[in-house]
């Protein structure tokens, strides 16, 4: 089957997971074209050459580790004339030579606009839709409304009327929708093949972030090894060391660590899941799908979730982990075996 895979470069899980999915496709004898962008589109460009076309998409602005909704609207009007141009080019070009009878989304718009315009059925796979397509079950505060509302507004006008919605997720609600499908999160094969081990140090990952006083804090805990990745620097300071990126390095320290302290990000939190690894998440203000994790982090006994990363927050965090081991030791998942056999059962019905 002729497949159009769309990923949006908005964050590199999407990237990560979506090539776990499309090596999957490939594996099973499906031809499989993707369009992307941003940093998404070079990392899946260099694992699959000659498949994938570069889009231009859609982008969040930050303030003071907040996402700024005016900023983002702002680059979003002031982009799009140029981007709308160069999407039709990819189009032509896709035409060209390609003909898909089905694309399969990762949150992203233009090969599901494509897929209308061509009265293509459409599959999602991502973990936003349970925002929309199942009950919570934690207390949302009344800070957290409006960015729930906001999020489920997006969230529903994204891929409405997909034939079916695979929704990645490490905690299970209930459905209210009709298609969709809850699957265990989606583990690149990197983590799947390490073993975990009990180190002395804390891997702590914050993207997007400018938090310039998170040495001295971290340096505050003499006693604990930290391991930071987000600044892409290589700095020594006693206990704290700063990482700079690499994927290897990065694995290798979050198979090792004790424990995590990171963002509300879903991937790096369901890996973390998956290796049996404490988490302290500090979601990023205003994005509620972030709070929705961190939420369920705090919820399931996997860890804590804080609103500000403060010593205090972090040493309560350290105080309670070997109850959080406790509990992620019952956590269970093989592989993405549970995925692939819906997903090919799925395909062969078309």
Do not use: W
């Amino acid at each position: 089957m002729n497949i159009l895979y769309g990923v949006p470069g908005e964050g590199l899980g999407h990237a990560t997971r979506s090539k776990v999915v499309i090596g999957h496709l490939l594996s099973q004898g499906h031809e499989v074209r993707v369009v992307s962008s941003s940093r998404a589109y070079q990392v899946l460009a260099t694992n699959f050459p000659g498949r994938v076309y570069e889009i231009k998409g859609f982008h969040l602005a930050y303030k003071n580790l907040t996402v700024s909704k005016s900023r983002t609207a702002a680059m979003t009007l002031r982009t799009a004339p140029e981007n709308l141009l160069t999407n039709f080019t990819r189009y032509r070009q896709l035409l060209r030579d390609f003909e898909p009878e089905l694309v399969i989304s990762d949150f992203e718009s233009f090969s599901y606009l494509f897929a209308k315009a061509h009265r293509l059925p459409v599959i999602s796979i991502d973990n936003m839709q349970i925002i929309s397509r199942a009950e919570l079950d934690i207390v949302v505060p009344p800070v957290e409304r409006g960015n729930l509302t906001l999020a489920r507004q997006i969230v529903r006008a994204k891929l409405p009327g997909s034939q079916h919605y695979f929704v990645a997720t490490f905690f299970k609600l209930p459905i209210i929708k009709e298609n969709t499908t809850l699957v265990p999160p989606i583990i690149r094969p990197e983590i799947l093949a390490v073993k975990p081990t009990l180190g002395k140090h804390v891997l702590v990952y914050q993207s997007a972030t400018t938090q310039k006083d998170l040495v001295p804090l971290l340096q505050g805990m003499p006693k604990q090894e930290f391991r930071v990745y987000g600044f892409n620097k290589e700095e020594n300071h006693g206990n704290v060391q700063l990482r700079a990126f690499s994927e290897q390095g990065f694995i290798e320290d979050l198979a090792s660590a004790q424990a995590v302290i990171t963002n509300g990000g879903f991937s790096l939190i369901s890996e973390a899941v998956y290796l049996h690894k404490p988490i302290c998440a500090i979601p990023i203000p205003a994005q509620f799908e972030q709070f929705l994790n961190a939420a369920e982090v705090e919820k399931l006994g996997y860890g804590r979730h804080f609103t500000a990363l403060t010593a205090d927050n972090v040493k309560a965090f350290l105080y309670d982990l070997s109850t959080f081991e406790q509990v992620l030791s019952s956590y269970k998942q093989v592989g993405n075996t549970e995925l692939f056999a819906h997903l090919d059962e799925l395909l062969r019905a078309f």
